[in-house]
């Protein structure tokens, strides 16, 4: 099968309608960059052929942005030599139409004969799956597919099985394949197909013997319970009794209670030690308040003596201040003298350094308006000459454009004369006499051109009549005229006399218009900003020098001015030692007045203090706190030792804990009870559950399940036995079948061979049931292709394709091949070896590339189709 012309319209990104004719029977490539339109195209052959033209999720074929369109493909196509045409609506007004020759198809027939043609199924409804796309579902490789092999080639295996039995010239058994189905189908009632666990009568007879020997399992446990009750009852029976006799938790009662009576002593014995440790603390605190007191009154006696000698010291020092705070004003009055004389010296110093900076700046600013008067003469100067040669620039100027146009009209005007002259009849004559011509006379020597008709009177011989041999001669004339007249204007509105004088004039123009150039640039060197800015800048010049001058003459006579450095340091000298002795002006000054202060407040807290002493209720208080001390001293140690006494006694009594005991008796003898209540509960139970199991009849339930479970038996192990013998004749069948399929594979192994040598010499690909590649051979070794790089898978999905396509060729298949951006992770020489590959199945095959990389395809001697050019096309 070979596509001549591919029309698209309103599909998808084309909004409008994209023409591709022209299709080579072999390799055709297109290009464009990414979302140029490339799977757009893959995608509408693929729909053509396909999808079902009455689909109702096709709405995403749409033109983008247009919700009424209506998707349409077209292909034309030879088949066999018949020349085929195929077109396809969808969406809206959907139609389908394929012409085979003569022969016009529609609809659902229509779809039906491609199927058969092409080898693929139709979906029932929805959109076309994998499993239905058969053969184009293999050839056909849609972008970012090419490495995955397995399930496109397991779709289209039946069709490839078919081209094999075709080629290998033996006859697939159709009744064997159809045995071994249905020795498959028994054997899917009993085993499953992938884990060969049971299922369907087989496991039903499993699960029902392991249920009948749960069940009897279960009795047996019963009986064996019933037995162990037996021997629980009357274990049980046996401590009740026991119990019941002894009754011990009457003994652990009592001995509670005569716990409980020393616990209550023990409470008794802790609350008097209580009372004691509460006296004892008021005692202390008592004691603790006298002691106080009178320690408050020691301290004030020793807080009074030690104030009394710092209120001496205070004296001394503020009489030490005053005498340091006089010198410390004797010496800031020095400072002050020294650093005024200081400070004048600086000043006149500094006077003698405006003075020479000003003596500076009057020579400057001299030389200054020296510059730029002589700037402003030159640049009066360079702006008259500027001035005159705009001037004489302005009288001459002319025209550019007018004069390029005149010097045209005269070359056309010197061609189109030539051309006249050599078109004319030229007569040269020599005469001894006069001839008559038209109404002229000649005579002598000359060239008489001849324009028009010319009759030339020969006297007594007659005339002749001179016609001009070209015959457009007056249309040339005439133009020649027009031409004149234009030329003539032209000289006239440029105010010349010739084409000469114009581009003389035109000359002189350019040259008074550098001169303008260069007298411009003289006056920008002097004047950059203008002359009124320099004109500007010297008046202000002249300003900046009164001012100086001024300046210079207000200063005072400096000739005795000291250096400024010098001045400076001692100012500063002068300064610092000044601010050295207001400091400690200052910090003498503080501490006389903090003296002062210290020691009037030290004087008023020493006669406050000395007061309260000698005040006589202080004494009399003072007496009554000594005697309490020794009266308080006395009962806290009489206190202390009685509650140390108790203490002891109490410590004895906690040893044993009595309350502990007591709880603990009471919990014993309330578990005694309790235990004695569970034993009757269980006996009571044990004795329910026996009469209960004693009338279910254990013993002639275990023997009718004992008969059950042999039944069970015999049924399962009949299934088992069905199961391995439809298993060996499944294995011996399949071996059979697959040892004829091996026989039929050798054309497709062929093939392979063919186009797995250019890239993996010594190699050899081995094929699964479905005839898809299993496992690449080479090297002694065999590698699952899932265990290959993405690029290796890649490459080995195109080259087995291209073996598919073969095979099915040569069966009398239709081929066409399609792959979109198919070899994107393939290096360089595996490509060239995919590229020499290709060339070699495009003689057999036509096929379709679209790629993004046109670079890495322009080196197989065929046309590279940008989609652009297309679509302007």
Known sequence: MKLQRIAIQEFRQF?????????????????????????????????????????????????????????????????????????????????????????VFTEDEAEDKLAALLGFSRAARGPMKAENAGVPGLLWVQQGSTQEMRDSTGHAAQYL??????????????????????????????LTARTQKPTGPLAE????????????????????????????????????????????????????????????????????VQGLAQSLQVSEAELALSVQQEQGAVELEAAVAREREQFDAARAEVAAAQTAHAQAASSVAQFEQASAGASRALELANAAVTAADLRSQIEFYRAESARLEASIAEAD?????????????????????????????????????????AAMTRIEYRLSGELSVGDARISGTGVLRVDEEKRIGLGELGELRVIPGVSDLSAQLSALASLEARHAQSLQALGVGSVGDAQARHEQWKTLVAQQKSQAKILGVHAPQGIDALRTALASTAARLRTASE?????????????????????????????AARKVLAQAAETRSTGVATAESLAAQLQRKEAQLADDAFRR???????????????VDALRTQREGRERELEAVRLDD????????????????????????????????LETMGASGLGERLAALDAQIEQATRRKDELSLRASALSLLDEVLVDERDAAVVQLR????????????????????????????????????????????????????????????????????????????????????????????????????????????????????????????????
């Open 381 to 421: 100067k360079a702006n008259e000459a500027v001035l005159q040669a705009t001037r004489e620039a302005a009288a001459l100027e002319i025209d550019e454009a007018q004069l390029k146009r005149l010097v045209a009209l005269d070359g056309e005007l010197t061609v189109l004369r030539a051309r006249t002259e």
């Open 746 to 873: 050798a054309p497709l192994t062929e093939r392979l061979g063919h186009y797995l040598k250019r890239l993996f010499p010594q190699s050899g690909i081995a094929l699964g049931d479905d005839l898809s590649p299993a496992t690449l051979e080479r090297e002694g070794r065999a590698d699952l292709l899932d265990a290959l790089s993405f690029g290796t898978r890649e490459q080995l999905g195109i080259l087995t394709r291209l073996a598919y396509a073969d095979l099915l060729k040569t069966s009398g298949r239709p081929t066409l091949l399609m792959l979109d951006d198919a070899a994107v992770h393939t290096d360089a020489a595996r490509r060239d070896a995919l590229k020499r590959a290709l060339i070699d199945a495009a003689t057999r095959h036509q096929i379709l590339v679209f790629t993004c990389h046109p670079e890495l395809w322009d080196d197989l001697g065929v046309r590279l189709r940008a989609l652009e050019d297309l679509k302007v096309a």
């Open 205 to 272: 007879a499993e699960q029902k013997l392991a249920a009948l020997v749960a069940s009897r399992a279960e009795l047996q446990q019963q009986r064996q319970q019933f037995d162990d009750n037996i021997a629980r009852l009357a274990a049980q029976q046996e401590a009740f009794d026991d119990a019941g006799r002894r009754r011990p938790w009457e003994l652990h009662e009592q001995k509670a209670a005569l716990a409980q009576q020393r616990a209550a002593a023990l409470a008794e014995l802790e609350r008097s």
């Open 658 to 689: 009595p309350a502990a005991e007591a709880k603990r008796y009471r919990a014993s003898a309330e578990l005694a009870r309790q235990e004695q209540h569970e034993r009757q509960v269980r006996i009571a139970q044990l004795r329910s559950q």
């Open 551 to 579: 300046r210079l003459a207000s200063l005072p006579d400096v000739s005795a001015a000291p250096p400024l450095d010098d001045a400076r340091r001692n100012a500063d000298i002068a300064r610092d030692a000044l601010e």
């Open 15 to 103: 909004s409008g309608r994209l023409v591709i004719d022209d299709l080579q029977p072999g390799l055709n490539l297109f290009t464009g960059p990414n979302e140029a339109g490339k799977s757009t195209i893959a995608e509408a052959v693929r729909a053509v052929f396909l999808e079902r033209y009455k689909a109702s999720h096709l709405k995403d074929l749409l033109p983008w942005g247009l919700a009424s369109g209506q998707p349409s493909v077209e292909v034309s196509f030879d088949l066999d030599g018949v020349a085929c045409r195929l077109s396809k609506q969808f969406v809206t007004r959907q139609r389908c139409e394929l012409r085979i020759g003569q022969a």
């Open 621 to 635: 208080n003072r007496s009554q706190w000594q005697a309490n001390i020794i009266e308080q001293r006395v009962k």
């Open 161 to 190: 099985r078919d081209a094999l039995t075709q080629l290998s010239g033996g006859s697939e058994s159709a009744g064997e394949d159809a045995l071994i189905a249905a020795v498959q189908r028994e054997l899917r009632q009993l």
